[in-house]
C-alpha cells in the first residue's frame, strides 16, 4: 500500500535531519577507519522509490534548514548568479551524484570530485540519507545531465558501493563536511573523465578558486537550475574577515573551512552545487599542469548571492591525510 505524500515526506525529512553515528576511538595517536558504510544489494523497495522526491532541490536542502533565512520580501526581481557555461568536458574531475527518482527518472542532487579510479571526493551531507545513497548513481564525464543521448559516448555511470562520512561531523553548517564514495567498478580515464590532484596536507590556498557544478543560478526564490555544467572564479577570502561577518549572523566558522566572496554579491554557491569543488590550477608554465581541489562545496545563505554572504567550503588541505588514510585501509578490506 503506497504512503501518503505527507508521511513520505516527514520520514524523507527525519531521515535527512539525523545525524549518522559513527564510532571512533579518543584513546592513542593512531587514527581509526571511520565507519564504511555498504550499499543494500537487494532490490530497490517500492517505498524507497516513493520516498524519492524531486531532488533537484536536495542539494543544500539540510543546509537551508540550517542557515539563516533572508528576511521576507514581497517583491522579487530577475538576477542571476554571475556564473557562465563551463567549455565542454573542461573539468573531467567533475561527476553529477543522481537520484533515481519515480517521475522524473535521474535528478541531479549534489556534485563530488574524481581523486582516483575507485574514489569520489564529496560532501558529508550529501550522503545524510542512506535510502537516497542507495538509489543514487555517479555520473561522470557529462557537460549536459539533460543530454545523456548525446553524451551517451562520453559518459561513465557507478553504483555507490560504498561511502565513508568524517567522523566528526554532526550534520547541518558544523564542520568536517566531506565524505568519500567508493564504486566497486573502476573509472576508465579518458579525455572525458580524470581524477584532481589533493593538495598538500595543511596548506592555506590563496588568490581565486573556480567553482564547477550544476547548482541553481538564481537569486530570487525562483530556482532556475542548469542543465549545462557551469563555472565561476571566486575569490579566496581572509579567514578573519570571513569569521567577523558571520558572526554578525550568529554563524561560526571552523579552522577547516575555506571561504570565498566576493562580498559585493552576484557569485556564490547555491543550491545542488553541494559536494562539488573549488579548483586551482597548479603549477608554473614549464611544470606539468595540475587541477587541485581546494575546497568542497558545504554551506551558504539562502537566497544566493547576497551581499556580505561568505560561501563556506571544506578546506581540502585540511583532510588529505585523513583521504590517503581512508582510501589506503578501505582498499585493504574492501
Known amino acids: 500500500m503506497l504512503l501518503s505524500y505527507r508521511c513520505i515526506y516527514s520520514v524523507l525529512l527525519s531521515t535527512i535531519a539525523s545525524i549518522m553515528v559513527v564510532l571512533s576511538s579518543a584513546s592513542s595517536g593512531s587514527m581509526q577507519l571511520p565507519t564504511v558504510r555498504k550499499c543494500g544489494g537487494g532490490g530497490t523497495t517500492g517505498a524507497a522509490h516513493t520516498m524519492a522526491m ?3 532541490a536536495y542539494g543544500l536542502l539540510e543546509n537551508r534548514i540550517s542557515t539563516l533565512e533572508a528576511p521576507r520580501q514581497t517583491h522579487w526581481t530577475k538576477k542571476f548568479l554571475a556564473k557562465q557555461e563551463a567549455t565542454p568536458h573542461s573539468a573531467p574531475y567533475v561527476v553529477s551524484i543522481q537520484m533515481m527518482t519515480p517521475d522524473q527518472g535521474l535528478v541531479h542532487y549534489c556534485a563530488g570530485t574524481i581523486i582516483n579510479e575507485h ?4 560532501a558529508a551531507h550529501c550522503l545524510s540519507s542512506p535510502q537516497a545513497v542507495e538509489n543514487s548513481v555517479i555520473v561522470a564525464g557529462s557537460h549536459d545531465i539533460h543530454d545523456q543521448k548525446g553524451e551517451a559516448s562520453n559518459i561513465q555511470m557507478r553504483h555507490i558501493d560504498y561511502y ?3 567522523e566528526l ?4 553548517v558544523n564542520p568536517y563536511d566531506i565524505a568519500l564514495i567508493y564504486t566497486k567498478e573502476p573509472l576508465a ?3 572525458y573523465v580524470q581524477p ?3 593538495p598538500e596536507q595543511d596548506a592555506h590556498p590563496e588568490g581565486y578558486g573556480t567553482l564547477y557544478g550544476w547548482g541553481n543560478v538564481s537569486m530570487t526564490a525562483v530556482p532556475n537550475y542548469p542543465h549545462r555544467l557551469q563555472e565561476a572564479n571566486m575569490p579566496i577570502l581572509d579567514m578573519e574577515l570571513c569569521e567577523q561577518i ?6 561560526q566558522l571552523h579552522e577547516t573551512n575555506l571561504c570565498t566572496g566576493p562580498l559585493t554579491g552576484g557569485v556564490s554557491i547555491c543550491t545542488a552545487d553541494s559536494g562539488g569543488p573549488l579548483i586551482q590550477q597548479c603549477c608554473e608554465e614549464h611544470f606539468e599542469q595540475a587541477n587541485i581541489v581546494i575546497g568542497i562545496v558545504s554551506w551558504g545563505k539562502m537566497p544566493c548571492g547576497q551581499k556580505n554572504a561568505p560561501s563556506v567550503f571544506v578546506r581540502v588541505s585540511a583532510f588529505t591525510e585523513w583521504i590517503n588514510q581512508v582510501i589506503s585501509t578501505a582498499t585493504q578490506i574492501l
Do not use: E, K, P
Open 54 to 56: 524531486n531532488l533537484a
Open 119 to 122: 574514489w569520489i571526493l564529496t
Open 164 to 166: 565513508v562520512r568524517h
Open 169 to 172: 561531523y554532526l550534520g547541518g
Open 189 to 191: 580515464f579518458d579525455t
Open 196 to 198: 584532481a590532484t589533493l
Open 246 to 251: 558571520l558572526a554578525r549572523s550568529g554563524l
